[in-house]
């Protein structure tokens, strides 16, 4: 059975911090991951994804990924109050076709503190 | 990003009635969209695929037969609960995947509650 798994937390850090989210899939198939944001009772919010084996920055944020590891992370510079969330970790694969099922973690809960 | 648009954001139905959620792609065309139900701190759970003009792929556990999905265009796919039960009660979120690097994209997502 595919799964992702995420840490469920609570992490808590204190402002200008950095949060460091992690997340480890189990389907070697896996071919992109992605970070989703999603505060308490609205729709997850894409952040970045990655495909390739390293680091990819945008902005404040940072996605780690180590296929051979089979883990991705998240990094959050500067951490604000306003990044306090449930971030959600998820594994795509492409089922063909046009088809690209994500298998989704079920969350970290952040919490940045002033 | 790309825009996925909802409707309705908040709804509650009667038991035993149907309800229908619209998930449509604003500013692209979606050959493939994805419905998924989540429930209070859970995860995002996968109920069905849906390409274009061809019948939906349903998760195991999910019945096809009350979970109703049509995607008839490329920018919309509609999701009707059918003889709705107070356990049917969710937060029922679809996506859309672009063509360009394959990223899905979210809808805000609809409440449906059930009395």
């Known amino acids: 059975q595919k799964e992702v798994e995420q840490n469920s937390g609570p992490l808590s850090v204190p402002e200008g911090a950095i949060a460091s989210l992690n997340c480890t899939y189990s389907?070697?198939?896996?071919?992109?991951f992605f970070w989703y944001r999603q505060y308490s009772g609205k729709s997850p919010e894409l952040i970045m994804f990655?495909?390739?084996?390293g680091d990819k920055e945008d902005g404040r944020f940072t996605a780690q990924l180590n296929k051979a590891s089979q883990y991705v992370s998240l990094l959050i510079r500067d951490s604000q109050p306003s990044d306090s969330a449930t971030y959600l970790c998820?594994?795509?694969?492409?089922?063909?076709?046009?088809?690209?099922?994500?298998?989704f973690g079920k969350g970290t809960l952040l919490t940045v503190n002033p | 990003g790309a825009v996925v648009s909802q409707h309705p954001s908040w709804v509650i139905c009667k038991s035993g009635t149907s309800v229908k959620i619209e998930c449509r792609s604003l500013?692209?065309?979606?050959?493939?969209m994805f419905w998924y139900r989540q429930f209070p701190k859970q995860s995002l759970m996968l109920m069905a695929t849906?390409?274009?003009?061809?019948?939906?792929?349903?998760e195991q556990g999910v019945e096809k037969d009350k979970f109703l999905i049509n995607h008839a265009s490329l920018t919309l796919s509609t999701l009707t609960v059918t003889s709705a039960h107070p356990e049917d009660s969710s937060f029922y979120i679809c996506?859309?995947?672009?063509?360009?690097?394959?990223?899905?994209?979210f809808g805000e997502g609809s409440w449906l509650t059930v009395v």
């Open positions: 996506s859309a995947q672009t063509g360009v690097g394959n990223t899905i994209y």
């Open positions: 389907d070697r198939g896996s071919q992109s």
């Open positions: 990655i495909y390739s084996n």
């Open positions: 998820a594994a795509g694969l492409d089922s063909g076709g046009s088809n690209y099922k994500l298998t």
């Open positions: 500013d692209f065309q979606a050959t493939t």
């Open positions: 849906s390409n274009e003009g061809s019948k939906a792929t349903y």
